[in-house]
């Protein structure tokens, strides 16, 4: 390998991408099933970066050799371009995680981490042929509320329930001074168009049996956002979502009315490598002094010894 680079996408369904330089030395690579791993040494500690696929290679001929120039992709595309051949359907009652196990492990692929639960669905789902496997998968995932799917830098699929921002633990605190692991420069950037202070999630009902509806309001004195601060609420509304019980509804549009704060306030910082995962909880006190919790939501490098992690993180507020 003579360079690449690799990018972590939390809000991204298939989690990132990458491309890698290989010079042509007699080694024989099946462009069609090999898989190639990032794997980062600092001198003491190593740790996986990614898992990917090897796609489009392209060939630069040269009097000094062959050099390829190859895509890569993470091993999410194994479960997004797996389809149901018929039209897949679940009853009110089946296991949702389940279902998600069997699903992953019909593509082919065997290493699982799963988060059991008794969860179950609440009515009869159905999708068409033709589906793609990740799209059912996170479908479930959502009614179960867990996380979408996701792959780790060793390539174990992960199947895990949903943690609040402020629920989760803390991955490394990024402190101004002599030993600091960030470069001095950051930015933060705020849009204050149109972000709701209110979610209202609408769940599938039935003749019988009324549909939930999860409500989610920014009522905190402290957030310029909430109703407090505007005097008014904005409301974003999303109907038809599958959720199995009230409290993973009123999760769903919590988390919604989170996200819909996202373009709020974004965190650039260039830092060290670091093991870090996507949707990890950070602390960052820069130069002036002020605490802010963040959550990993992009990580961009570069496969060279002297890398830094472009990072891009999503504020707590």
Not at 242 to 249: D, G, L, N, R, Y
Request: hydrophobic share 40%; with cysteine; proline share 4%.
């Amino acid at each position: 390998m003579t360079g690449g680079s690799g990018e972590i996408v939390a809000q991204s369904t298939l989690g990132g991408s990458g491309s890698l330089t290989l010079d042509q030395r007699g080694q024989a690579i099946d462009w069609m099933s090999n898989r190639v791993r990032a794997i980062f040494h600092n001198g003491e500690d190593s740790w996986p970066w990614g898992t990917y696929l090897l796609s489009s290679p392209s060939e630069k001929h040269t009097a000094f050799g062959v050099t390829f120039e190859v895509g890569l992709l993470t091993k999410m595309n194994v479960i997004a371009e797996d389809t149901v051949e018929d039209r897949y359907s679940l009853t009110a009652g089946a296991q949702i995680v389940a279902t998600v196990r069997d699903l992953i492990v019909s593509t082919g692929e065997t290493r699982v981490a799963v988060t059991d639960s008794d969860a179950v669905l609440s009515s009869a789902l159905t999708w068409e042929a033709g589906t793609s496997k990740l799209r059912i998968i996170n479908d479930l995932l959502q009614a179960a509320g867990y996380w979408s799917l996701w792959c780790d830098g060793s390539g174990l699929f992960r199947v895990e329930p949903y943690v609040d921002p402020s629920l989760r633990p803390m991955s490394y605190s990024f402190e101004h001074g002599e030993t600091s692991v960030h470069f001095p420069d950051w930015t933060s950037e705020r849009d204050m168009t149109s972000v709701p202070n209110r979610f209202i999630a609408v769940a599938q009902g039935d003749e019988e049996t009324p549909p939930l509806v999860g409500v989610a309001v920014n009522e905190n004195p402290e957030s310029p956002f909430s109703f407090q601060a505007r005097g008014r609420w904005i409301t974003a509304t999303e109907e038809g979502v599958e959720a199995e019980s009230q409290t993973v509804i009123d999760t769903y549009a919590a988390r919604k009315l989170r996200d819909g704060m996202d373009p709020v306030s974004r965190l650039t910082v260039t830092h060290a490598l670091l093991q870090l995962e996507q949707n990890a909880l950070v602390q960052f006190i820069p130069e002036d002094g002020r605490q802010r919790l963040a959550t990993v939501q992009r990580m961009s490098t570069n496969f060279t010894f002297d890398a830094d992690i472009a990072a891009e993180w999503r504020e707590v507020l």
